[in-house]
């Protein structure tokens, strides 16, 4: 039998586009497919600096009209920097074709809901990359909160902390400006965590926000020193639907407690992980029933849909490519006209809801 090709073209090839091109080639090795997923192009302005990589993959490197005029092109991933994101999602959106677009959509709310707004008229599938939807403590917490698991939620903590910016002599770069990235430590990090709150507990009322940038200037690699305009760490207090309270931080000086906690606490127990981590959700109640609880969620079949989208256990490729592959998982299916489980797909309308409240939280000056 012949396997058909979802043929994919990724827009950029830095860092998180090797992590699409990665889980994109292991996906037909840890899940059965009816058709394999196949990256067939990369669309960079630097056709220079990428051409040894397009070489080992075997690859064109093409313009993006080159790459939309090309009906052989199935699918298309954006993953080039934020200041790139409107234009170029929004050519593959206004040529009807399925789009994958990495996180943030725009630099600021505007430049998202444009985007939201052409996805919402576009016949072809979307996706965001917002992956923390896919990690195993996340899909099982949503079907233990559907089944009323830890009773009625009062108190949430959410984070992501890197520590990749303490250091004041790490270079300036596109992620420390605003012009360039729209944001800080919020946004880029931030963003995932925001998303989650709207995702599990629905859309909240910001409370109050502080956010920070502790290097204020960073070596330009030229002999002087130029300023970052975007946050170092931001934090929130939120109320959702309900009544919890929700805390929200992202920060990336937090050298040597790097991770993501997961904490959901409510009248009957809680739920609680690091979703930097391969690991399984802890799941705590005080009448410690647990396993009845457990079982009840374990039938949820949209908990099993989303579990399938991930690599077996015994082949994880950690927890970072392993989010992104279910998710890529998810968009090349629904490219398929397959949605193993609608509603679970995070879409531009999502990530623009999300990006507004990030920017309430982390506002740029100016």
């Known amino acids: ?67 939309l005029a ?38 600021t709310p505007a430049e998202a809901a444009e985007l939201a707004q052409l996805a919402a008229a576009s016949p072809a599938p979307t996706h965001v990359g917002l992956v923390m939807r896919y990690h195993p403590a996340v899909i099982e917490a949503r079907a233990l909160l559907r089944v009323g698991g830890i009773g009625e939620v009062r108190q949430v903590r959410f984070g992501l902390f890197h520590g990749s910016y303490l250091d004041p002599a790490r270079p300036i770069s596109w992620r420390l400006q605003a012009a360039e990235a729209g944001g800080g430590a919020m946004l880029d990090l931030g963003l995932h965590v925001v998303d989650l709150v709207c995702f599990l507990l629905g859309e909240p009322e910001l409370l109050a926000a502080r956010h920070a940038t502790f290097v204020p200037r960073r070596p330009d690699g030229l002999g002087g020193t130029r300023e970052v305009d975007v946050d170092d760490w931001a934090w929130a207090e939120l109320r959702v639907p309900g009544g919890a309270h929700v805390t929200v931080e992202a920060s990336r000086i937090a050298f040597g407690a790097e ?65 992104h592959l279910a998710s890529l998982h998810h968009f090349v299916l629904r490219v398929a006209g397959i949605d193993p ?3 679970w797909a995070p879409t531009p309308h999502d990530a623009a809801i999300a990006e507004a409240l990030v920017a309430a939280i982390a506002p740029i000056s100016g």
């Open 259 to 323: 991770g993501a906690p997961f904490e959901l606490y409510g009248t009957e127990g809680s739920l609680v992980a690091n979703l930097e981590r391969v690991a399984p959700l802890r799941f705590t109640r005080f009448d410690g029933a647990e396993a009845t609880w457990r079982k009840r969620a374990g039938a949820d079949p949209e908990a099993h849909a989303v579990a399938a989208l991930l690599p077996p256990s015994r082949l994880t490729l950690g927890s970072f490519v392993d989010s």
């Open 70 to 107: 090309d009906p052989e092109l199935t699918a298309f991933d954006v993953t080039t920097r934020n200041a790139q994101h409107l234009a170029q999602a929004g050519a593959v959106l206004r040529a009807g074709r399925p789009l994958y677009v990495e996180k943030p959509i725009g630099r």
């Open 1 to 67: 039998m012949t396997i058909p090709h979802v043929r994919i073209c990724i827009v950029g090839f830095g860092s998180i586009a090797r992590t699409h091109a990665c889980a994109l080639a292991a996906l037909p090795v840890v899940r059965d497919l009816p058709f394999r997923p196949l990256l067939a192009a990369i669309v960079s302005d630097r056709p220079a600096a990428v051409a040894r990589d397009a070489a080992a993959l075997g690859v064109p490197v093409l313009t993006l009209a080159e790459a």
């Open 341 to 343: 489980v609608p509603g």
